[in-house]
C-alpha cells in the first residue's frame, strides 16, 4: 500500500481545523486547547495516514490535545508540555504506549473518571468506525453511535451533564481543575462496585496509564457484571 507523505496529507486549503475552532467558538464550555510542536504533529499525520481535512488529523497536527469541561474531558492531540500523553504514545505508534495495547481500535480521548473513547476499527463489528467508550462502572466498551467527527462536536457543544450524571459529585470543577490530563481519579470502592454515594468514595489522583491498567485487568477478571 502506499505510503502517503505530508504533501498529500496535509491540505492547507481545506483543514478540518476550521471546522474545530468553529465548534469551540460556538461552545458554551471551557476548553483548552494545547499548543502543539509542528514536528510532532507532522510525525502523527505520517503515522496515523490521515488528512488534515478530517477532524482527527487536524487535532493531531494543530494541537497538544485540547482539555474540556474544567479539565474533566480530554481529546488526544500530537503532546504537549502539559499533556505529555498523546494520540501516538496511547495507540503505540511511537514505538511505546501502555499495556495492554488495544486491538483494533484507535484511543482518542479520555476523562477524569478512567473512562476511555476509541475509534472502533474491526472491519467484522457493525459498530465499525464508531466511537465506543469504556465505561468505568460496567467494564465494557458501548457503542456511541457516532463517528469521530461527531463525537468531537458532541464533547464540545453538548451537554457532557447528562452523560456523565452519575459519576459527578459537588465541586467535581475544583478538583479536576487541579487534574494534570495525564492524571486522573482513582475511586474506592471502585465505580463498578457497590459502595455509598459517589461524594463518600475516596478519590486519589494517579497516572491514566494506571486507570487504564486498573479497568482492564479488572474487566479481564471479572468480565462485566451481570445486567439488572
Not at 459527578?168 to 495525564?182: F, Y
Request: charged fraction near 25%; glycine fraction near 12%.
Amino acid at each position: 500500500m502506499h505510503e502517503r507523505g505530508l504533501d498529500e496529507l496535509i491540505d492547507r486549503g481545506n483543514s478540518g481545523w476550521l471546522i474545530v475552532q468553529g465548534w469551540i467558538s460556538e461552545s458554551s464550555r471551557q476548553i483548552d486547547v494545547l499548543p502543539a510542536e509542528r514536528a510532532r504533529g507532522e510525525q502523527a499525520l505520517l503515522a496515523l495516514q490521515v488528512t488534515s481535512r478530517s477532524i482527527l488529523g487536524a487535532i493531531v497536527l494543530e494541537t497538544g490535545g485540547i482539555v474540556i469541561d474544567h479539565g474533566w474531558l480530554r481529546l488526544l492531540g500530537s503532546g504537549s508540555e502539559r499533556m505529555a500523553g498523546s494520540l501516538q504514545s496511547w495507540n503505540g505508534l511511537e514505538g511505546a504506549g501502555p499495556e495492554p495495547r488495544l486491538d483494533g481500535a484507535l484511543l482518542v480521548a479520555h476523562d477524569a473518571i478512567g473512562g476511555f473513547f476509541a475509534i472502533n476499527g474491526d472491519s467484522t463489528s457493525e459498530s465499525r468506525g464508531k466511537v465506543c467508550y469504556f465505561a468505568p462502572d460496567s467494564l465494557s466498551w458501548e457503542d456511541l453511535g457516532m463517528g469521530h467527527a461527531d463525537f468531537v462536536n458532541w464533547a464540545m457543544t453538548s451537554n457532557l451533564d447528562d452523560f456523565y450524571e452519575s459519576f459527578r459529585w459537588q465541586g467535581w470543577e475544583q478538583e479536576a481543575e487541579r487534574l494534570s490530563p495525564d492524571r486522573g481519579f482513582s475511586i474506592y470502592p471502585y465505580l463498578w462496585a457497590k459502595g455509598p454515594a459517589l461524594e463518600k468514595r475516596l478519590r486519589r489522583d494517579v497516572p491514566m496509564e494506571e486507570l487504564w491498567g486498573l479497568n482492564n485487568e479488572m474487566a479481564s477478571r471479572l468480565g462485566p457484571p451481570p445486567s439488572a
